[in-house]
């Protein structure tokens, strides 16, 4: 791992492979409102930008980051946790390894967008550096707004 929190023992990050498709559209079904399909997930490892690292416990697959770094701009597409394992540092563990690997890319910013009622989402954005910067009206496919956040690297 590039961060400088080692993981807890067992737990390990990789990048996805073909083979780890069905593992993380489960997860991502399990996790999101709004879930991608499995050729989304297929078509992020055709994508010569994007990067999804998964994050393992021991052999179970608890979380997933999908990301695109582009001219230094981080852009975070997707970001799933199993419901289980939420509250216990997983995501955190994920963005600060994407973010420690993307700073030796030369990263200059980080931007998302986030349902505005995902609380727990915004809190933890907020815990590394970001901040809101507008909103994108409907958004969503069930007509949520999303909050954009930003971080200056």
Not at 123 to 150: C, H, N, Q, V
Request: charged share 20%.
């Amino acid at each position: 791992m590039n961060s400088s929190t080692p993981l807890p023992d067992g737990d390990s990050i990789e990048q996805m492979q073909q083979g780890d498709l069905a593992l993380v559209h489960q997860l991502e079904c399990a996790s999101q409102q709004e879930p991608w399909s499995l050729q989304n997930f297929a078509d992020e490892l055709n994508n010569p930008v994007a990067t999804v690292d998964l994050y393992w416990h021991h052999d179970q697959l608890t979380g997933f980051l999908c990301t695109w770094l582009v001219a230094g701009e981080l852009q975070i597409q997707n970001l799933a946790i199993l419901p289980a394992m939420r509250r216990c540092g997983v995501a955190a563990r994920l963005l600060e390894h994407v973010i420690a690997r993307s700073k030796i890319a030369d990263l200059t910013s980080i931007w998302l967008e986030v349902r505005v009622s995902n609380r727990p989402a915004i809190a933890l954005y907020e815990r590394f550096g970001f901040s809101a910067g507008g909103k994108r009206s409907a958004y969503y496919p069930d007509g949520e707004d999303a909050l954009i956040m930003t971080s200056q690297q």
